[in-house]
C-alpha cells in the first residue's frame, strides 16, 4: 500500500512536469496503469526527455491496436508505447493515434535499439511505417504478401493465404 | 491492400566484399532446436555478418485471440512456449484478471506460484541442457531431461496433461491440488538439489565448456537496457530487474528468495544465472507448498468470472444465477472498455499480454509481449567477431523458443 501511494504521488509529480511542458497531452489511468496519449507531432519530442530525463530507460513493448469496429472510438489506429524505469520498475504507457491516409509514425529506433524488430513488426501486421527506421522490411510475413492481417477489416480465415504464391503444377516442379 | 515498394532499397554495407562467404543456417538445423533461420556471412572462420529470418511459425495467435474467449484463448498460449506452458496460462490469465479486476484467492496465488516455478525449472533445464548439448556436453543434457520428466510427472497429477497444461481459468484454476501432488512435489523438492549439484560440477568447471563459452556473446548492461532484453539474459548482464521482486504480483511478496544476477554478461554467465535461479525457484516452491493456504480455489460467485462448483449450483440461488450469467451465450464476464497491460517473470524475460476490452466476451487485441523476439534481435549483435562454432553457444544462451518468436 505505502508502495503505491508513493508511486501515485510520483506519477503525479512527473504528469504535472509534463502536463506544463506539453499542453496538448491527456492523462489518464486504469488499474494503477497511467497512461498519456501524445499527438503524433510530439512523440519523439515527448518520448526524448521521458527516456533521458524521466529515466524511463526501456522500452518493453511497442504494439498497435486497430479501432475499426471498436465501440466510441474516434481514430482507426492506436500506437501503444510500454515504458518503464530499470531502477524503480515504475511503468508508463504513452499512445499515439494515427488516421488514413497518412499511417505513419517517427521511428524511436534511435532512442531505443529494441524498437527496431517491434516497428518492423506493427509494420508488417498493420501497415504502419515508421520514417527513421534502418530497416523496414516484414518480418514474420513472407515479403511478397500483400496484407496487413492483424487489421480489423482483415478476416480470420479465407483471405491472403494462397493466392499471393504461384501454384506450382507437379509437371513445373 | 497492395504492398508498395520500400523507400530506400537495402544496400548492404558489405555490398562489394566478394572473399565473404554466405552461409544459410537453419530453418532445419538440429541446433537451432526450432524452426528459424540465420543467414552467416563469414570471413574465414569468422562471422561478419549475421541476418535473422524468422517467420516460419508463424501462426496468427494474436489473431486468434481476438477470435477465441477469455477462457479458451489459454489453450493457445500453451503453445507458445511450449517449453513451459504454464507459465504462460498464468502469464496470460493475470492480464485477463487485471483487464476485468479480479481479486484471487489466497490458495489459488500459491497454487499458481508453485506451477510457475516449477516450470521455471523445467524451462531453465532445458535451455541449460540444451546448450550443453550444442557445446558437447551430452551427459549434462541427459540429466537435466530426467529432472524435467519428473516435473511432467507433477504436472500430470495435477491436470492430467504432461505438456500442454491449459491449467488456469479466469478467476481460478481448473483443478484444486490433490494430496498426491504434494506429495510429488516434496519429494522433487527433497531430491532435485542432488541433481542440480552434479549438473553444477559436470559444467561448472569443465575446461571445454568454460572455454567455449567465457567471453563470448558479451551483452553490457547499457545494451541490454537499450534493446529491451529481460529476464535472466539481462540479469546475466547486471540489470537487477525482476518481476516477482519489482512488482510482486501473485503471492511473492510472502517468500524469500534472492534475484541471481551476474556482471559478466556472456553466454557463461546466462549459462549460471539459469543454474542459480533454479535454486531459487525450488526455495519458493518448497515455501509455498509447506504454507499452502486452505480454502477456495475459484473467486466467488459475487465475482462472476469462474463457474460455481455444482453443490453451489443447485443449493445456492447466487450459485445458479453465476452458473447461467456465465454460460449462456449472450453473457458471459463483465468486461469494461478498456486496455490493461499485465506481464509476469516467465522463464525466458518478461512475458506480458496487451489486452483490449470491448466489453464482450472476446478480447479486442490481445498482444503478446514475447521475450524471444526481444532476444533473438539481439543475435547479430552478439555474434558479430565470433567464429562458427560460437553461433550454437549463443543461440543456446538466449533460449530462442521459435513459437514464441514467431506466435
Given at each position: 500500500?505505502?508502495a ?6 510520483g506519477?503525479?509529480i ?15 489511468a ?11 507531432d510530439?512523440?519523439l519530442?515527448?518520448?526524448r ?5 524521466f529515466?524511463?530507460?526501456?522500452l ?22 510500454l515504458?518503464v524505469q ?12 494515427v ?5 505513419s509514425?517517427p521511428s524511436?529506433?534511435?532512442l531505443?535499439?529494441?524498437a527496431n524488430w517491434?516497428?518492423?513488426?506493427v ?10 527506421h ?5 518480418i514474420l ?14 478476416p ?13 503444377t507437379?509437371?513445373?516442379? | 491492400?497492395?504492398?508498395?515498394p ?7 554495407p ?10 544459410n543456417?537453419g530453418?532445419?538445423?538440429?541446433a537451432?532446436?526450432?524452426?528459424l ?7 574465414g572462420?569468422?562471422?561478419v555478418?549475421?541476418q ?5 511459425l ?14 479458451q484463448?489459454?489453450?493457445v ?10 507459465a504462460?496460462n ?17 490458495r489459488c ?23 550443453g ?11 537435466a ?30 483443478h ?6 504434494v506429495e ?8 532435485f538439489?542432488?541433481?542440480l ?5 559436470l559444467l ?6 568454460v572455454?567455449?563459452?567465457?567471453g ?6 547499457e545494451?541490454?537496457?537499450h ?6 539474459v539481462?540479469r ?15 503471492a511473492y ?5 534472492q ?10 554467465a546466462?549459462?549460471y ?10 526455495r519458493?516452491v518448497?515455501q509455498?507448498v509447506?504454507h499452502?493456504?486452505a480454502g477456495?480455489i475459484?473467486?466467488?460467485p ?24 456465465l454460460v ?11 486496455e ?8 525466458n ?5 496487451y489486452?483490449v476490452?470491448?466489453g464482450?466476451?472476446v478480447?479486442?487485441?490481445?498482444r503478446?509481449?514475447?521475450?524471444s ?8 549483435h552478439l555474434?558479430?567477431?565470433?567464429t562458427?562454432s560460437?553461433?550454437?553457444?549463443v543461440?543456446g544462451?538466449?533460449n530462442?523458443i521459435?513459437?514464441?518468436?514467431d506466435?
Open positions: 500500500m505505502q503505491g501511494s508513493a508511486m501515485n504521488e506519477s503525479d512527473l504528469l504535472r512536469q509534463l502536463g506544463a511542458q506539453f499542453p496538448r497531452l491527456s492523462t489518464s486504469f488499474r494503477g496503469q497511467t497512461r498519456i496519449v501524445v499527438p503524433r510530439e512523440l519530442e515527448l518520448l526527455p521521458l527516456k533521458e530525463r529515466g524511463f530507460d526501456m518493453v513493448d511497442l504494439t498497435c491496436v486497430d479501432y475499426l469496429h471498436h465501440r466510441d472510438a474516434t481514430d482507426r489506429f492506436g500506437l501503444v508505447y515504458l530499470t531502477e524503480s520498475g515504475r511503468r508508463l504507457t504513452v499512445r499515439v493515434y488516421n488514413e491516409p497518412d499511417l509514425v524511436v529506433v534511435s531505443w535499439e529494441g517491434l516497428e518492423r513488426e509494420w508488417d501486421m498493420f501497415g504502419i511505417r515508421f520514417p527513421g534502418p530497416d523496414l522490411r516484414r510475413l513472407p515479403e511478397q504478401f500483400t496484407a496487413h492481417p492483424l487489421r480489423k477489416d482483415y480470420l480465415q479465407g483471405r491472403g493465404e494462397r493466392h499471393n504464391f504461384p501454384v506450382l507437379r509437371s513445373q516442379a | 491492400m497492395p504492398l508498395t520500400l523507400d530506400t532499397p537495402r544496400v548492404s558489405l555490398a562489394g566484399e566478394d572473399y565473404l562467404w554466405t552461409l543456417f530453418p532445419q538445423h538440429p537451432t532446436h526450432t524452426t533461420r540465420i543467414v552467416i556471412k563469414l570471413d572462420e569468422r562471422v555478418d549475421a535473422p529470418d524468422i517467420g516460419y508463424h501462426s496468427g495467435f494474436e489473431k486468434i485471440g481476438e477470435h477465441l474467449d477469455y477462457n484463448y489459454v489453450t498460449t500453451d503453445r507458445m512456449n511450449y517449453v513451459s506452458p504454464i504462460n498464468v502469464a496470460w490469465h493475470q492480464a485477463v484478471e487485471t483487464l476485468l479486476g479480479i481479486e484471487l484467492t489466497p496465488r500459491y497454487i499458481r506460484v508453485i506451477v510457475a516455478e516449477l516450470a521455471r525449472i523445467s524451462d531453465h533445464l532445458l535451455s541449460v541442457g540444451a546448450m548439448l550444442d557445446v558437447g556436453a551430452f551427459t549434462f543434457f541427459l540429466y531431461f530426467y529432472q524435467r520428466e519428473r516435473i511432467y510427472d507433477i504436472f500430470e497429477a495435477l491436470c492430467g496433461a504432461r505438456f500442454t497444461n491449459s491449467y488456469t481459468r479466469v478467476g481460478g484454476l481448473m484444486d491440488m490433490t494430496p498426491l501432488v510429488k512435489i516434496r519429494a522433487f523438492v527433497r531430491e538439489p542432488a541433481t549439484h552434479d549438473m553444477e560440477r561448472n568447471r569443465n575446461r571445454i565448456f572455454d567455449r563459452t567465457r563470448v556473446g558479451v551483452l553490457t548492461r545494451d541490454a537496457i534493446r529491451s532484453v529481460s529476464g535472466p539481462a546475466a548482464s547486471g540489470v537487477p530487474r525482476d518481476l516477482r521482486k519489482d512488482e510482486p504480483y501473485l511478496a510472502d517468500f524469500d528468495f534475484v541471481c544476477c551476474a556482471a559478466a554478461g556472456d553466454c557463461f546466462r549459462y544465472v539459469r543454474m542459480a535461479e533454479m535454486r531459487e525457484s525450488l519458493i518448497a509455498a509447506e499452502l493456504p477456495p475459484n473467486v466467488g459475487e465475482e462472476r468470472a469462474a463457474l460455481p462448483g455444482k453443490s453451489a449450483v443447485y443449493q445456492t440461488i447466487e450459485g445458479t444465477i453465476t452458473h447461467f450469467e449462456m451465450a449472450n453473457r458471459g464476464f463483465v468486461v469494461p472498455c478498456e490493461a497491460y499485465a506481464a509476469v517473470e516467465a522463464p524475460g518478461e512475458l506480458g499480454f489486452l476490452g470491448d464482450s466476451n478480447a479486442y487485441r490481445a503478446c509481449r514475447p521475450p523476439f526481444l532476444h533473438f534481435a539481439l543475435f547479430p555474434i558479430r567477431g565470433h562458427l560460437d553461433v550454437v553457444a543461440l544462451s538466449l530462442i521459435a513459437a514464441e518468436l506466435r
